[in-house]
């Protein structure tokens, strides 16, 4: 499902509760999260985590655990540490990496590494329906959000945030970021309530150099790609 | 004893963070509370200077955490004003000379000794600034009115609202009327609109904030200047009081007042 920002995800399932030191155990959907805080350095989180044991690890073990690294910037060497050390010798199975650091999701994709929610229930949740991610709060400079599906968000996108989704974009405040809808490709659309965006990528398609003088700058509009061009309409209600 | 642990911090550097910290722990001491002024930066170390107390430092944090010396060797007392303490940085370090768990253990001495205790970060959103803000309570970020230093205080902001501090409040500090009025500058509103946060002052531009600087002497020890009642009412704010915004920005009837009622939809 959904790869997104900090405190953007409720928890699903099992309780959540704290693992060695301050490393967050969230019960999900898909397996256990295992949310590592920014603020623990890499010796200490290491140490930490080979503490980890007792029942929870072994729920961990049993049905996959997703690694959590925020806004970590992961090195190779840590990479490589926290694989060698935890994932491989705790015969962990993970499902999938989170983080909202575009440097470290490009090294764990560079990597190979699966990102984002785990792949494992998609195709469920797109047989119960669209697979939505709503975001009630607004996005900062510096955070980033992930989703295969239509991303919601209930709040302002201030310049620097930036939004990915296969699906499309709904932004019900003023949009000032970096919006990718429809990354995979397809006929997708980007909604704000106001638009105030330099550049919009909408499929393979990139509108770029926006400013004040286009017409419809600051006025909630619908950008879709249609036929392989981008129209923009006024959203008038 | 009952006490509160702040970061005073904004991501990009140049806005006045120093400023922001030397001017509130000398207003606060002199209110009468116990007050200790944290210099986070290590390896630029500014705020002994401010303070005009760059002669009296001996050791500093990092002597503390290594064990040179204890608590109370480093720390220097303002001789002007009871209550008012310096925590000095190293100035031969790098910020990896400290780490989280070590900062939250200063943070714990330094509460059980004082009221406030207000840090000095460094720019930027590394180790240095992590390591200023994990032993605080809360935060206090400084902007000025331009769109740089708003976008790298949302930025910040971002980051200390996913380390839990709480309340984070602006100050937005080198306000310039004039340019303003002039629609050359970005007026508060405009920037309490991006940021979404609580104000907590605004701190007019005001040549004397750079002779103080120069003089080793905060403001709100005793001078009257625009910055120094901005900043003692901030103080005053902080602690709990409720000090009325002034109107920076009269004279064409949109007083910064007038812009925190439209912020809010109240009529003017």
């Known amino acids: 499902m959904a790869e997104t920002v900090e405190s953007l995800e409720s928890p699903k399932g099992a309780a959540e509760h704290r693992g060695p030191s301050e490393i967050l155990l969230k019960g999900t959907g898909y397996g256990v999260r295992m949310i590592f805080p920014e603020s623990v350095p890499d010796d200490s989180l290491l140490e930490d985590l080979n503490r980890f044991s007792g029942d929870a690890a072994r729920l961990a073990r049993g049905i996959g655990v997703v690694l959590d690294l925020q806004g970590r910037t992961l090195s190779r060497a840590f990479l490589l540490r926290l694989l060698s050390e935890f994932v491989w010798t705790g015969d962990f199975r993970v499902l999938s990496w989170m983080s909202y650091n575009a440097d470290t999701l490009d090294l764990l994709r560079s990597s190979g590494f699966s990102t984002g929610e785990p792949s494992a229930g998609k195709s469920e949740k797109r047989e119960n329906g669209p697979n939505s991610l709503v975001l009630i709060q607004s996005l900062r400079s510096g955070q980033r959000v992930e989703h295969d599906g239509d991303v919601v968000l209930l709040g302002h996108m201030n310049e620097g945030a930036e939004i990915y989704a296969s699906g499309n974009v709904f932004v019900r405040g003023r949009l000032k970021g970096v919006v990718h809808a429809g990354m995979h490709g397809g006929e997708f659309s980007i909604s704000a309530g106001q638009f105030e965006a330099r550049q919009v990528r909408l499929g393979g398609k990139l509108c770029s150099s926006l400013g004040a003088d286009i017409e419809w700058w600051g006025k909630a509009v619908v950008i879709s790609l249609e036929k392989d061009s981008l129209v923009v309409r006024e959203l008038k209600l | ?268």
Request: aromatic share 4%; charged share 25%; glycine share 8%.
């Open chain 2, 1 to 268: 004893m009952d006490s509160r642990v702040i970061v005073i911090t904004s991501g990009k550097g140049g806005v006045g963070k120093t400023t922001t910290t030397s001017n509130l722990a000398v207003a606060l001491a002199r209110a009468g509370r116990r007050v200790v002024a944290v210099d986070a930066d290590i390896g630029l170390r500014n705020l002994d200077v401010v303070m005009g107390l760059e002669n009296r430092v001996v050791y500093n944090f990092i002597d503390v955490l290594e064990g040179n010396c204890r608590l109370n060797q480093a720390l220097v007392r303002d001789k002007r004003v009871d209550n008012l303490f310096l925590l000095p940085a190293a100035q031969t370090r790098t910020k990896d000379a400290v780490s989280s768990e070590q900062m939250e253990e200063l943070c714990a001495l330094l509460r059980e000794e004082f009221e406030y205790v207000l840090i000095d970060s460094p720019a930027g959103i590394e180790s240095g600034f992590r390591n200023a803000a994990v032993g605080a309570d809360e935060a206090l970020v400084i902007a000025t009115p331009e769109v740089p230093s708003v976008r790298d205080a949302d930025r910040i902001i971002g980051l200390l609202e996913s380390m839990g501090k709480a309340p984070i409040r602006l100050i937005v500090n080198r306000l310039r009327s004039q340019m303003v009025r002039d629609g050359e500058m970005l007026d508060v509103t405009d920037v309490l609109d991006i940021l979404a946060i609580e104000l907590i002052g605004v701190v007019p531009e005001d040549d004397s904030v750079v002779k103080s600087a120069n003089r080793g002497e905060p403001l709100t020890f005793s001078d009257a200047s625009p910055a120094a009642l901005a900043f003692q009412r901030i103080s005053m704010r902080l602690t709990g009081k409720d000090v009325p915004f002034p109107k920076f920005d009269e004279e064409n009837g949109r007083g910064l007042f007038a812009g925190i009622r439209k912020l809010f939809g109240m009529k003017s």
